[in-house]
């Protein structure tokens, strides 16, 4: 009985930790593919003055940002983590319009490696629908450097500034599942 009691408990953990919901998946040129996700809220250093603790939020906001495997600028890693992006997010309860805007910072783990990701509590109910913008800002020209090739070929920055908006998302799945096991 023990065993099967520890077997169920690995079982419920791994799928636990494998659950996270897709919000959306995108494609900015000249290549960059973006795969946006509400996970399960985590345990992220340094907790308290620069992130949330666990037990302080609902959902794991993400946005895996990463060079696309095909049609891809010549010397980009395929499949490669996109650094120095600037994305943000917006999230708006669409039953009381009440809304909580944050900024998507790096964050690395070792199921999506790097990503961009905070935990934050959401503007109501875990029951209610919400409508999910991710903002894509390209990092400014004192972060990134610009070769003459480069230049010559995908102008003067990574990329454009771009807005995603998907509506009815629905968190409560996600906003009652847990890493940790009590």
Known sequence: MKKLLTLISIFWAANSMALELVIGEERLEPGLVFIFEGAIK????????????????????????????????????????????????RVINQKTGLSTFIDVVPHINLVDNFHYARNITLPGSIDDKYTVTFNIIPPAHTELAIHRDWLNTYGNNLSKEQSYTYKDVDFSEIARASRTTK
């Open 42 to 89: 985590d345990h992220v250093q340094p907790a308290g003055l620069l992130h949330l603790k666990e037990h302080e939020t609902h959902v794991h906001i993400e946005a895996r940002a990463n060079w696309d495997t095909k049609n891809t600028p010549k010397g980009t890693p395929s499949g490669g983590f996109v650094p120095y992006l600037h994305i943000t997010s």
